[in-house]
């Protein structure tokens, strides 16, 4: 990479395509989505959804954006690593995620595929390596993607997950809503209007982009914040945002270098698939060196 660091080196080729995907019209994001079903690549998103007793919405979509950024910077993720080939390849694509639901046996036979489990309180999510879908292993293609609402909290809370190599399950650190601290992602999420009609799997999906896209423009543009974020654990944060405020994150982030370079600002565009129309603005989130 240009800053000569491994870290999120993987996720170079996401860059040129992160430009190029915000500048299409409705009508290219619907050709550009044509993708040949033989080398469709996803990030599978497990959350786990047992009877009776709802995970958080605020921890899941969190644990969403900060597990598959720390996957994409994990060590094994770097040049010579385990997962180096699986996360480069699938970063050439569409970066498609998708969230299923297990609960009990479901959720333990998934424990020793590759990825990263987060906890925060009673939710837990587990983030897999990219591969074919194709290929899916059985255990995860059975899993369900439907049926992932639970009721919204509407009290953020921070969460970060691994800090450096993770092989085992890792507790992550919930801390109330503070100034200064550790390098923080901001998700934000409409509050109001079609989008804001989301379901939590689908809007997991989404946050998970967002940790992505962030790892991957800050391995380009500031390699020293990226590799303070990935020792915090990737923390990061969702808010749900008034209509005003969302529009205004729109406007500052419609061209998207000028977003990131002067605000620390990505967005999430949608290609339509299900949920929302083709080229949605599903979610904007910014970088910042602390919680504010």
């Given amino acids: ?59 899941a979509l969190a644990l969403a954006a900060t597990g598959c950024a720390a996957l994409c910077t994990d060590p094994r993720a770097e040049p010579g690593g385990e997962w180096f080939d699986a996360v480069s390849a699938y970063s050439q694509g569409h970066i498609r995620k998708v969230t299923r639901r297990a609960r009990g046996a479901q959720w333990e036979a998934t424990a020793d595929l590759p990825g990263l489990t987060l906890t925060e309180g009673d939710t837990q999510v587990r983030v897999l390596v990219p591969s074919l879908v194709t290929a899916l292993d059985k255990r995860v293609s059975k899993l369900q993607v439907g049926g992932t609402d639970m009721p919204i909290d509407d009290d953020p809370i921070v969460v970060s997950g691994p800090r450096g190599r993770a092989d085992e399950p890792i507790a992550g650190a919930a801390t109330p809503l503070r100034e200064g601290g550790s390098p923080l992602l901001t998700v934000h999420v409409p509050a109001d209007g079609p989008a804001a009609a989301m379901t939590a799997g689908k809007l997991m999906a989404q946050t998970g982009h967002a940790g992505m896209i962030a790892a991957a423009l800050l391995a380009a543009s500031d390699a020293p914040a990226l590799a303070a974020w990935r020792e915090a654990g990737c923390p990061s944060r969702v808010l749900r945002t008034p209509s005003a405020a969302w529009q205004q994150l729109l406007t500052d982030v419609a061209d998207p270098a000028a977003g990131w370079r002067d605000h620390r600002l990505l967005a999430v565009r949608d290609a339509g698939f299900t949920e929302v129309a083709p080229g949605t603005v599903t979610v904007v989130a910014r970088f910042s060196t602390g919680a504010t």
């Avoid at 080196?9 to 033989?38: F, I, K, N, S």
């Fill in 1 to 59: 990479m240009s800053n000569g660091s491994p870290v999120g080196a993987a996720l170079e080729p996401l860059l040129t395509r992160y430009a190029a995907w915000m500048g299409l019209d409705e009508a290219q994001v619907l050709t550009d989505r044509d993708e040949d079903p033989e080398q469709i690549r996803a990030i599978q998103i497990v959350l786990r959804l047992e009877k009776g007793d709802p995970p958080s919405w605020q921890a």
